[in-house]
């Protein structure tokens, strides 16, 4: 460090930039592949999307493929850390429902269950009071269909984020929180270093894992991924007695319908300590404002009100909101960058929480050089290079 407190010229083999559940995972893999790694995260650990979500394991929006893979690996993985005694993860397969509010998205969502069960999946589409038997207090006069997919269920997003990064930390990882990234120093075609507003750092590889943040610091080399995202607002309950079995989420989200900007739309999960965080609606923004809007809160407790009469009493003790990405073309931007072959993107991953432990291990190896990056070739960022 200087005089003035920066940080001048840390080196690793390879910064992560980003302390989310992505990073986390990747700085976890790393690490204990022996790699040394620096994190740089401009806020705190998991104070991105990975600490704002509702610890859903999300199955059957996701196409069968490498996404899908690394969500059953993944629910394996977290298992794992928990048998190791590493972390926390809270994980729980309790069986999910998509809720349908007409005939219409009910057919789409029958078209959906028979892939997922042609794939061996315990899924199935449930009418009226079928519902209830995984959810007995919701109201079946205002859901009139569900997808059900017996392989879903809930983790905890705080303690996986942090416990990824702190495992990272245990292996020699070094952290920097409230650092953020500003500008990249170049030789040739490389990145040399890496500039913070707390000093530059070294390393011979960077990973970007920026979640939302990535279009804008990626634009500091003249690249424009086609990367956006929504700010999604939620709340949390005290805790109650168990009376939600497993996450909830709009049915257009396994069926693929538009559904932005209606409060109407619910999403939630009752997590371990008996909290419930009720939410979902996600909208485009250009900002990254945290706050939260009175219609968003106001529309959010009255949709929660209607599918859940019995519970509409509840104490909610906090609302927030958070930003999320999504690609223009609904892929992850995932593997090495062409244009600056030391940056590896692993950005606008759907859902990453779900699948994030796997598709770390896997940038793990392909930066360890111990696989290569075919089976992720769709990912590849030179798509908008
Ligand atoms: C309302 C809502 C509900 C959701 N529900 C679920 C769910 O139930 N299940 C599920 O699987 N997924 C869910 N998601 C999505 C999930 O939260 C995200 O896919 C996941 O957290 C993304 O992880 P990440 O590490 O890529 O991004 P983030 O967690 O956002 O991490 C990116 C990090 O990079 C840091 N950063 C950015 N720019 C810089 C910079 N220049 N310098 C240094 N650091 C920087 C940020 O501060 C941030 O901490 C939800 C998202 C939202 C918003």
């Not at 979640?211 to 080399?221: C, D, F, P, Y």
């Not at 497993?246 to 939630?268: K, Q, S």
């Not at 407790?301 to 009493?313: E, T, V």
């Amino acid at each position: 460090m200087d005089d003035r407190g920066n940080v001048v010229g840390a080196g690793a083999d390879v910064i992560v930039i980003g302390a989310g559940v992505v990073g986390g995972a990747i700085a976890y893999y790393l690490s204990k592949m022996g790699k040394s790694v620096i994190i740089l995260e401009q806020d705190e650990v998991a104070s991105g999307a990975s600490g704002g979500n509702n610890g859903q394991i999300s199955i059957i929006d996701r196409e069968p493929g490498i996404e899908l893979e690394w969500a059953n690996e993944s629910m394996k993985m977290y298992r794992g850390y928990e048998d190791a005694g590493e972390f926390e993860t809270d994980l729980d397969i309790t069986g999910g429902l998509a809720l349908f509010y007409n005939q219409e998205e009910i057919e789409i969502g029958r078209e959906v269950v028979k892939k997922y069960s042609d794939l061996g999946y315990k899924c199935s589409i449930l009418v009226g009071d079928e519902i209830k038997k995984q959810e007995p207090n919701i109201n079946t006069d205002v859901v009139m269909g569900a997808a059900y997919c017996g392989e879903e269920g809930r983790l905890n997003p705080f303690s996986i984020t942090i416990g990824l990064v702190d495992m990272a930390v245990s292996r020699g990882a070094r952290l920097y929180q409230n650092t953020k990234v500003i500008d990249f120093v170049l030789e040739g075609n490389l990145i040399k270093e890496v500039v913070t507003d707390k000093g530059s750092f070294l390393g011979d590889t960077v990973v970007v894992a920026t979640g939302a943040w990535t279009r804008e610091l990626m634009s500091k080399l003249g690249l424009d991924y086609r990367i956006f995202y929504g700010r999604g607002t939620l709340m949390v309950t005290n805790p109650i007695e168990p009376c939600i079995k497993g996450p909830i989420v709009p049915g257009c989200f396994a069926i693929g319908t538009l559904y932005e900007g209606d409060w109407n739309l619910l999403g939630l999960t009752q997590h371990k300590n008996g909290t419930i965080t009720i939410g979902q609606d996600t909208r485009a923004v250009t900002n990254y404002n945290k706050g939260v809007s009175y219609d968003g809160t106001i529309g959010l407790a009255k949709a929660f009100a209607k599918h859940f009469p019995n519970l509409k009493d509840l104490d909610v003790v906090r609302v927030w909101s958070a930003v999320t990405p999504h690609v223009e073309d609904s892929l992850p931007i995932y593997g090495y960058s062409g244009k600056y072959p030391n940056i590896f993107m692993a950005a606008g991953l759907k859902g990453a929480l779900t699948i994030a432990p796997a598709a770390g291990l896997m940038a793990a190896r392909i930066i360890m050089g111990e696989t290569d990056d075919n089976l992720v070739a769709d990912y590849s960022p030179t798509r908008f290079e």
